[in-house]
């Protein structure tokens, strides 16, 4: 279940926007030349009890 809550979360978070230009650094409302991947390409989520990146800002949303 904690895997699921945190998909729903990434796909909230990106729901606005949700195509980018590869390296997540531009982020588009629709899918263009410059931004054609979708936020859920390349990306592969799971849940632990340790923070390997705890400086990181998985979940800020994007500007």
Do not use: Q
């Not at 230009?21 to 632990?48: C, I, Q």
Request: glycine fraction near 4%; hydrophobic fraction near 30%.
């Amino acid at each position: 279940m904690e895997r699921a809550a945190t998909e729903h979360r990434w796909s909230a978070l990106h729901e606005d926007k949700p195509w980018h230009n590869g390296d997540f650094t531009a982020w588009a409302e629709k899918r263009s030349d410059a931004t054609p991947y979708h936020f859920k390409d390349g990306v592969t989520l799971y849940v632990s009890d340790r923070d390997d990146n705890p400086d990181d800002d998985f979940l800020t949303p994007v500007a």
